[in-house]
């Protein structure tokens, strides 16, 4: 049975929107129970909303192509608002023929549980599939190239996703609050993670970002209570702020060495995080980034490192030792308030940092140990908050040791630059340096 609407403002903005036709007359048609437009010049057809306000329902097995007027016309694409809110839809198969899937297509279908796509399929808009509570299963075609934001977003059925190698990126939270979510497969075509992309997923246990995602966004893993182990490679330059945000089962993390900063609030609230490695190149540890961090007990703040932000290690209560590079210049207010159980803090910038309010608030640090380069003793003693501490002494040879780099002897004469010996004596000869532990140019180095 056919029954025909006008709707030409419709037919417009379909023309614009899909460029399949230079200049389109359009009609409504509903056929077999399915409503499409008609766009006459291209020879396409759309499917889209009842006109009369009902509802689709059961299992709908959209065709590859309908026929209006004696005229067969290809169902390319689904447009948007085709199904939203249709509660009583609980399956959906979309044929070949499709490439697109309009936003909000299936907008709060909350019984839909089965959607197969076609092979032909190359985008899904946003939040296409949203709020779909009761999905438990997407295959997501190989075709596909591009997911809109929010497309699967809220899907708590859903528990396994794999991302065909054709996706590029994955965008403003597409999985996100999909809290059945266990298992994902990211591909090495990724290139992109995106603000929120999986936000509160907390079902998720481990993930594996492959080595070709160079950006992980903003609160991308933001509440994943559930994930106790992630693998951030080399290839990321640039994790977003609060990108971990809450993730209180999260126990080590290594931040790669091509990441420059690491944002604020990153691992806000990660209390069970135990051993965080940072890498040699980053230069700026953002605000908040680890408050709250309850099972971080040692942290090792690189030589690469130059600025500490506001509250950064704020209430780790069970850190004890913290190591502090040698590039160091500022560390801000309240870095290290109320880590109560600071035993140990090694600084080994010559130069003593600037520091704002209340670094070491409530730390105690006047039963702690302050251990610092020997022939800076005297500027740490007479310059707070650092005076504060109950003791202040030289790092000893081993500990200089422990964040040196190992050069030549020809090196120590490739500047004028002073070099220093471990006790902050200055070397005059350095031709023939012997074996040991040097300082210069605020750096130091060992040779052998």
């Not at 528990?159 to 591909?187: A, E, K, M, R």
């Not at 190591?323 to 140990?344: K, P, Q, R």
Request: aromatic share 10%; proline share 3%.
């Amino acid at each position: 049975m056919e029954q025909i609407f006008t709707n030409p403002l419709r037919a417009f903005m379909l023309a614009v929107s899909f460029l399949f036709a230079i200049s389109l007359s359009a009609v409504e048609v509903e056929i077999d129970g399915i409503n499409y437009d008609i766009i006459t010049k291209a020879k396409q057809a759309v499917v889209v909303a009842k006109s009369n306000g009902e509802k689709y329902s059961g299992n709908i097995v959209i065709p590859e192509s309908v026929e209006y007027n004696g005229q067969n016309y290809s169902v390319a694409s689904i447009g948007g608002y085709a199904f939203p809110f249709c509660q009583d839809l609980t399956s959906v198969t979309i044929p070949n023929s499709v490439i697109s899937i309009g936003y909000n297509a299936f907008y709060e279908c909350s019984n839909l549980t089965e959607v197969k796509f076609g092979n032909s399929l190359t985008s899904i808009g946003e939040c296409a599939f949203y709020n779909c509570s009761g999905l438990t299963s997407v295959i997501i075609s190989n075709s596909v190239t591009s997911i809109g934001y929010s497309a699967f977003e809220g899907c708590k059925g859903l528990t396994s996703i794999v991302i065909p190698n054709s996706v590029t990126s994955i965008d403003y939270s597409v999985f996100g609050s999909c809290s059945g979510l266990t298992t994902v497969t990211i591909p090495n075509s990724v290139t992109s993670i995106g603000n929120c992309a999986f936000e509160d997923c907390y079902s998720l246990t481990s993930l594996t970002i492959p080595n070709s995602v160079t950006i992980i966004g903003s609160r991308a893993f933001s509440g994943c209570t559930g994930l106790t182990s992630i693998e951030i490679p080399n290839s990321v330059t640039n994790i977003g702020a609060d990108a971990f945000n809450e993730c209180s089962n999260l126990i080590s993390v290594t931040i790669p060495n091509n990441v420059k900063s690491i944002g604020e609030r990153t691992f806000y609230r990660c209390s069970s995080l135990a051993s965080v490695t940072i890498g040699n190149n980053v230069e700026s540890i953002g605000e908040a980034a680890f408050i709250d961090c309850d099972g971080l007990t040692s942290v090792v703040i690189p030589n690469s490192v130059k600025n500490i932000g506001n509250r950064a290690f704020r209430d780790c209560s069970g850190l004890n030792s913290v190591t502090i590079g040698n590039s160091i210049t500022s560390i801000s207010s309240y870095a290290f308030a109320g880590c109560s159980e600071l035993i140990d803090v090694c600084c080994f910038a010559e130069g003593v940092p600037s520091t704002g309010t209340d670094v070491f608030k409530d730390s105690y640090v006047e039963y702690a140990t302050l251990h610092v380069p020997a022939a800076s003793i005297g500027y740490y003693k007479s310059t707070y908050p650092w005076s504060s501490f109950g003791k202040i002494v030289a790092l000893t040879e081993e500990e200089m040791a422990a964040g040196v780099e190992e050069i030549g002897a020809e090196d120590a004469n490739s500047n004028d630059a002073p070099v220093y010996n471990i006790n902050g004596m200055k070397i005059q000869d350095t031709d023939n340096l012997p074996a040991g532990i040097y300082i210069k140019g605020g750096k130091k180095f060992i040779i052998k």
